[in-house]
């Protein structure tokens, strides 16, 4: 069976890169089209064979994709897939426009309707005038949205919150299968050194405040004096440290080996975003630590109340310095935690991503 994989953009490391990886274990000489390419910004693409859009030649649009929205529906649209069995997009954004033919499976991945078209609209452009000038653009991109959204021959979500963005905006059925924990299989039993003043809490994001809402973990940790971590990096990292007092360290990007150990040694990771998934949830839990976390998007899947962590009910410094406030890393059993993340390991996804594909596979 031939197959290809089709992503956004390969130009960044995140979440959606991890997925990306796994379905790559999947299918090792499965082709990776995507609109743009950064070798630099992306040096772990090294291992497939990508297929690039004729936005690659054009300067600055593997750096500066947001700029070049306009022009990603044609991008995915000039893709010719009529040698493939089966296509999968993973996508949050624009690859499932993907044209294939009848005989050719196509599965959209989805990791969430695009944001920036519509749950998420209002976060995207809070400037009215920004919003005013962006209407045109986002008015014709949201049309064809719509129409991309019937091209998937079927949808699998990563989240029960994602799923609910599928058939809302697009009316589409779609079936729940989890992304997996695959990056730390070898740091998880392997004895690390202790960090020195580990009465710490953490945080490991995209430091983009508007949906991330780090700031709220800060102010929190602030107000309480409490020892906070930050690992990543991103747009408002400078916005974020001028309103970090004196208990709060940004570590920015570090490595995987490095990521271990900070959550190895942490007294749970505060998660104070409403993601759509959330595997930075999965990763602290698998090494035993609990999370504290708004209640809201993927953390509703991922975390048992009262088990493996806690919630805080809206996203405001007040509710979330409530929940620290009373909080006891003690109370927590790390075999829980451990046990309950079992379910979002990689061979139980690959299960489930094959068992699907048996079943929809065009005969």
């Known amino acids: 069976m031939k197959v290809a994989l089709v992503y956004d953009r390969v130009n960044k490391w995140g979440g959606g890169e991890r997925v990306l990886l796994a379905f790559r274990k999947i299918f090792p000489n499965a082709n990776l089209y995507t609109s743009v390419y950064n070798k630099k910004k992306a040096p772990w693409a090294k291992v497939f064979n990508v297929k690039t859009s004729f936005l690659q030649g054009i300067p600055l649009a593997s750096s500066f994709h947001e700029g070049f929205a306009v022009f990603m529906p044609h991008a995915f649209e000039s893709f010719v897939f009529d040698d493939y069995d089966l296509v999968i997009s993973?996508?949050?954004?624009?690859?499932?426009?993907?044209?294939?033919?009848?005989?050719?499976?196509?599965?959209?991945?989805?990791?969430?309707?695009?944001?920036?078209?519509?749950?998420?609209?209002?976060?995207y452009f809070q400037n009215p005038v920004l919003r005013l000038l962006a209407t045109p653009t986002i008015e014709y991109l949201k049309k064809w949205d719509k129409k991309a959204s019937r091209r998937p021959d079927k949808y699998i979500a990563i989240s029960s919150e994602v799923q609910k963005r599928i058939k809302k905006y697009y009316n589409k059925k779609s079936e729940i299968i989890y992304p997996p924990f695959t990056m730390f299989d070898k740091f998880l039993n392997k004895k690390t050194k202790k960090i020195k003043n580990d009465d710490y809490f953490l945080v490991v994001s995209r430091l983009t405040n508007f949906y991330k809402r780090v700031d709220i973990a800060i102010k929190a940790c602030n107000i309480l004096n409490l020892n906070l971590k930050i690992i990543g990096t991103g747009l408002d990292e400078s916005k974020l440290k001028k309103i970090a007092g004196p208990t709060i360290k940004f570590l920015g990007n570090v490595s995987d080996e490095k990521l271990a150990l900070y959550y190895k040694n942490s007294k749970a990771l505060i998660f104070p975003g409403r993601e759509d998934f959330g595997l930075t949830m999965v990763e602290a839990q698998a090494f035993g630590k609990p999370v504290i976390a708004f209640k809201g998007g993927g953390a509703l899947d991922i975390i048992k109340e009262g088990t493996t962590g806690e919630f805080f009910s809206k996203q405001s410094v007040d509710s979330l310095k409530n929940v620290l406030k009373k909080f006891d890393s003690r109370r927590y059993n790390s075999l829980l935690c451990k046990g309950n993340v079992k379910r979002f390991a990689f061979p139980v996804f690959e299960k489930q991503i094959k068992s699907f594909i048996k079943r929809n596979i065009k005969k």
């Open 90 to 123: 993973i996508t949050s954004e624009s690859a499932k426009g993907i044209i294939t033919n009848p005989q050719t499976l196509h599965i959209c991945y989805c990791l969430t309707p695009t944001r920036y078209l519509w749950s998420g609209i209002k976060d």
